[in-house]
């Protein structure tokens, strides 16, 4: 097993910053916690689906990886539909051009992870955590991110059409080009975010903050934003809402004003 160095052994520089800290140790606590004789296969290994009716209908139907440590594995383009992966260690995992559709993972840790390409349809997010996860291009149609907190995530080009996400942590993240009609994100902290090209047709906002985010060139028709959180916030025609000349920022409220 490759072994990960700890936070002891990292010398502090400028250079060093404070989300490689996080993913060290996070890397290194899960390498602590691994059973010593088990082989990386072993730990990887994905155990076959059950036999279709062995599973009682409102249970998971793929297989189960509930609180199995998989960070750092390799799973590119592994069929995970309908699997149950709660409180799964993702750290580091692969997961490009994977398919979880329909999969229950919720309460992960994703620290890391690379998503990127992987059809995420439907997938159960709750109360997920880690920064720095790559869902560029993935497809997320109606998936729960509700209560997740995922800073600094690349959900680039993602479709995030019908998702679930109020209270979603997403500061500092890229949600740039991406398809978001529709999108529940009532009271998510969206801070520091870019959401430039992004459509945001019939998206419910209501109460979001988007504070030093940039919606610039954003479709926002037929939406609810009103009580957004704005402040230094670019809005969609390029315009700063801290403007002292309105109509900054007119169109993210439903009064029409600031």
């Known amino acids: 097993m490759t072994a990960f160095p700890s936070l002891a052994t990292v010398t502090y520089s400028p250079r060093v910053s404070i989300a490689l800290l996080v993913t060290i140790a ?19 290994a994905i155990p076959e689906r059950p036999e279709p009716g ?12 509930a609180e199995r440590d998989l960070s750092g594995c390799d799973l590119r383009g592994i069929d995970l539909s309908d699997s149950d992966l709660w409180r799964a260690n993702l750290t580091m995992t692969d997961l490009r051009d994977a398919d979880l559709t329909g999969a229950y993972a919720a309460e992960t840790t994703l620290t890391g992870a690379n998503l990127e390409d992987a059809t995420l349809v439907e997938l159960d997010l709750f109360n997920a955590t880690g920064s720095g996860a790559n869902m560029r291009d993935a497809i997320l149609t109606r998936a729960i991110l ?8 690349d959900l ?3 479709d995030l ?4 996400a109020e209270a979603v942590v997403l500061t500092e993240s ?5 398809d978001m009609r529709r999108i529940h994100l ?3 902290d969206l801070a520091g975010a870019s959401l430039e090209g992004a459509d945001l047709t019939g ?8 504070r030093n985010a940039s919606l610039l060139g954003a479709i926002m028709n037929d939406q609810v934003s009103n009580r957004l959180g704005v402040n230094n916030t670019i809005c969609p025609n390029g315009s700063n809402s801290n403007d002292e000349v309105p109509p900054a920022c007119y169109i993210l409220l439903d009064d029409g004003g600031l």
């Not at 890229?174 to 991406?178: G, I, K, N, W």
């Open 146 to 153: 509700a209560g997740a907190t995922l800073p600094s995530t």
């Open 156 to 158: 680039h080009g993602a």
């Open 26 to 44: 996070a890397l290194s606590a899960a390498c602590q916690e691994s059973d010593p004789g088990e082989t990386e296969a072993e730990r990887c």
């Open 203 to 210: 998206a419910n906002m209501h109460g979001a903050d988007v």
């Open 186 to 188: 009532v009271v998510a």
């Open 54 to 65: 062995s599973v009682a209908p409102d249970l998971p139907q793929g297989p189960s990886l």
């Open 161 to 164: 059409v019908d998702v679930f």
């Open 174 to 178: 890229d949600l740039s080009d991406a």
